[in-house]
């Protein structure tokens, strides 16, 4: 009988993670559209290599801006009614896309698209944050982003195909609109929000609650700039080159081995397959490795797989191999070792942040990432016209992820500091909860 409501909140935990993952599914389609038709759209637009950099880059750079607005929004209307307008109801814009007819409109439509999904990242990691605890963080971010991952196996392929009809690439934009506005709608019907705090009942929630209804000030900023983990946490997502492949991975194939833009799609599906692999597999590896190693167990995993990882995007990428099911082998290896990613550099933001604080922390990671994303996707299309993509990818994918994974020494010693002055302030605020347990309308299931 104790088992019971265990089992109720583990059921319900699951149907929420559903909604967090079909929302993010939706708002990763305007950009998989972008990057698996772009040698459709370069066809029908008459754009250069260079534009897909631009699309990427702009998309990535107005979420900069916009993720931490939407934060700040959802502080004041609550996360659910944020969540279901900026990532799903926003949908209208990625249908007018399929309506435009020339480069400017395209980049007006996509950047706009952009701008709402921007808020889809930082609010679905910080509600995953609220509903799963420290040890268990890992394999929910893994089912998250693996989920995802089956979704674009299924969506890239078919993108691909039609490429074979005229003006294929709109109907890619209509269909994935569509959905997004599905998901939105659902997310207002179903998804409960677990509260601030709510996976570690021993802090005060009443004061987390409070501190979540003030505005994201510069003073909350800054306090998440004292984090010495946080702080390499930005910088490593601002340096990673892995974004590089997701962007021109269908592109690179038809431009340096001349496959054809279905043929190239074609990888999409064991990539995506691969990376959900990665994702549930990492996820719940690296929660064991953390539960017996707390203080380096993550970091090791992470950096172990980054520099992996530019081992063989170097012979996946720059030797003529001269089978597309060869390039997908590599792609695929590539896509299992990034699965490991959500799974620990989401948990290691949250182990060094108090639950106040997650949301923007999420906000600011996620705007990193986008300005890293932007950059590389940048110097890849302006390299790849200039010098080739085989060379751009030698630099921007194999170099620079290189560089990352040495980058990750650094987190070694203020991690352990940084997570355990997280750990003592939940220490402090734990006597505060016996006043909590009565409070009606409380759960004390977590």
Not at 101 to 110: G, N
Not at 230 to 253: D, K, P, W
Request: glycine share 12%.
């Amino acid at each position: 009988m104790k088992r019971a409501p265990a089992d109720r909140k583990d059921s319900g935990r699951a149907r929420q993670l559903g909604l967090l993952v079909g929302i993010t599914s939706m708002d990763n389609t305007e950009m998989s559209v972008t990057s698996v038709m772009f040698p459709a759209l370069r066809s029908a637009l008459g754009l250069p290599l260079a534009a897909l950099g631009w699309l990427v880059a702009l998309a990535k750079l107005v979420g900069v801006v916009c993720g931490p607005l939407w934060v700040v929004v959802a502080q004041r209307h609550g996360r659910k009614k944020v969540l279901a307008g900026c990532a799903g109801l926003w949908g209208v814009w990625t249908i007018g896309t399929g309506f435009v007819q020339d480069y400017t409109q395209l980049v007006i439509m996509c950047t706009i698209a952009a701008a709402g999904v921007a808020g889809g990242g930082p609010l679905v990691n910080v509600i995953l944050s609220d509903l799963y605890d420290d040890a268990s963080r890992g394999r929910a971010a893994g089912y998250l982003y693996g989920c995802i991952a089956l979704f674009t196996a299924v969506l890239g392929p078919l993108l691909g195909q039609l490429s074979r009809f005229e003006d294929g690439w709109r109907y890619g934009f209509f269909a994935g609109g569509a959905l997004q506005i599905l998901f939105g709608i659902l997310i207002l019907l179903f998804l409960r929000d677990p509260g601030v705090g709510a996976s570690e009942p021993e802090l005060d929630r009443a004061a987390a609650s409070e501190r979540q209804q003030t505005p994201l000030t510069w003073g909350r900023i800054r306090e998440l700039l004292a984090i010495r983990t946080f702080v390499l946490i930005l910088l490593q997502r601002l340096t990673t080159g892995q974004f590089v492949l997701l962007s021109f991975g269908v592109v690179f194939l038809t431009d340096v081995y001349g496959f054809s833009n279905a043929q190239a799609s074609l990888t999409v599906l064991p990539t995506a397959l691969a990376f959900f692999v990665g994702t549930v597999v990492g996820g719940m590896l690296t929660d064991r490795i953390h539960r017996r190693h707390p203080n380096a167990g993550r970091i090791a995993v992470f950096q172990t797989g980054m520099i992996s990882y530019a081992v063989i995007a170097f012979f996946g990428t720059q030797f003529d191999w001269g089978s597309i099911v060869v390039f997908a082998g590599f792609f695929a290896l590539m896509a299992f070792i990034q699965g490991f990613n959500p799974g620990i550099n989401r948990p290691l933001l949250s182990a060094v942040t108090p639950p106040e604080l997650r949301g923007a922390g999420f906000a600011l990671m996620l705007s990193a990432e986008s300005v890293g994303w932007a950059l590389t996707t940048l110097g890849v299309g302006y390299l790849g016209d200039v010098v080739g993509l085989r060379t751009a990818f030698l630099w921007l994918l194999v170099l620079l992820t290189l560089g990352n994974g040495l980058l990750i020494s650094l987190f070694y010693r203020p991690y352990v500091r940084d997570a355990a002055a997280v750990r003592t302030e939940r220490a402090r605020r734990a006597p505060s909860v016996v006043g909590l347990q009565g409070l009606p309308g409380e759960s004390r299931e977590y």
